[in-house]
């Protein structure tokens, strides 16, 4: 029986964007609980964090900075509710999303449920739109979730604030791999799906901000793929009843593939700005 939610923002000098989240997550019309972890920002997080007014939000601070995973555990241990969301303090959720996926994980055969999502700019301004879950909406075994994130990689899936899942089931998993930084959340929702099923939802749930701020943003692309195949193989030694080789195999050939075109891309960037008169 699931008696209580919480809301986790874990935030790093988010002032430019924790106040538009905060809102999103509190237009909810629901008892839930918002927990916001200040990661020792030099900002005015914690003070936007403080200043909502709101009785269902508790704040906590860092007193030095910890690193991504750390902090992310960190704040996802301290929820007092059954059910947990992770929502970045730069994305935000779309209207009546956390209360529909509430009612969905009323049914205790559900480990993870998780919905579509948009991509919104620094300023809030949509760029795309009805992303995310390919071949992954409805009811889906464990199998079939680790299936398509080690094939079709973590931004196929969705963001973090997407998903929710139970607070037992991260328990029981460990918690999060902090040193697969990248793929930290998909490697998390794999595991603790095997408590139950995944459900994809149709809707939109959450938007993704896609900014120059950002973890992604910050994190090189030689550091994601290589996070990226870490996780795959330890995946696969892990749990090798979630995802095959020949899942591994595919995972890895589209990580070669993506170098590949990065490698073409620098180098047909170098010949243009090579040729006379650039």
Known sequence: MVSALTVCVPAYDAERTLAVTLESVLAEDADFELLVLDNASVDRTGEIARSTGDPRVRVLRNESVLPIGANWDRVIRAASGDLVKVVCADDILRPGALTEQWALMAD???AICAGRFDVIDEQGALLETDLGLPGLLGRRTPRELAKVIVRRGPAEFGPTAAAMFRLADYRRVGGLR????????????????????FVGMERIVAAWRNSSFNLCSRTT?????????RFHHRLVADHPELVTRADVLTGDLRLVGQIMERVRVRTLSAVVAARPGN
């Not at 040193?179 to 799906?193: E, G, I, K, N, S």
């Not at 692309?221 to 195949?229: A, E, H, I, P, V």
């Open 178 to 197: 902090p040193d697969l930084v990248f793929p930290m959340d998909v490697d998390l929702f794999a595991r603790v799906a095997t408590g139950g099923h």
């Open 221 to 229: 692309t030689r550091s994601k793929l290589t996070d990226m195949y």
């Open 108 to 110: 205790s055969s559900i």
